[in-house]
């Protein structure tokens, strides 16, 4: 405040702070809550409803060097064979954010 009166671009600069101070997205999270049921927390898929509903081992060096970042993308947005899509219930950044950890799965196969 100078003399009593608060400078406009002040007031804006207090207004915009909580969008600047927001998280990081958590991707390992992310993929424990959504993924990890199917998938399971290494991505190589040996879980019960892996093996029911014949979730893809994202681990696999063969399926990770055939994969591109936007493939794997698509497959989060649509939700191929009995996987759900993420499209509307995940934004952008988080779904950006299942793709890095998928492809953090490579470094972690057998």
Known sequence: MVNGVMRPWFAV??????????AAIDGPALFDEHCAKCHGSDGQART??????????LA????????SDANILKKINTGPGFMPAFEKSLTLEERE?????????ASRSE
């Open 13 to 22: 600069l207090l207004c915009l702070a909580p969008l600047t101070a927001q």
């Open 48 to 57: 019960l409803r892996g093996y029911l509903y014949f979730a893809q081992n």
């Open 60 to 67: 696999s060096p063969s399926w990770q060097a055939a994969k």
């Open 97 to 105: 954010s299942l793709v890095r950890v998928v492809r953090g799965f």
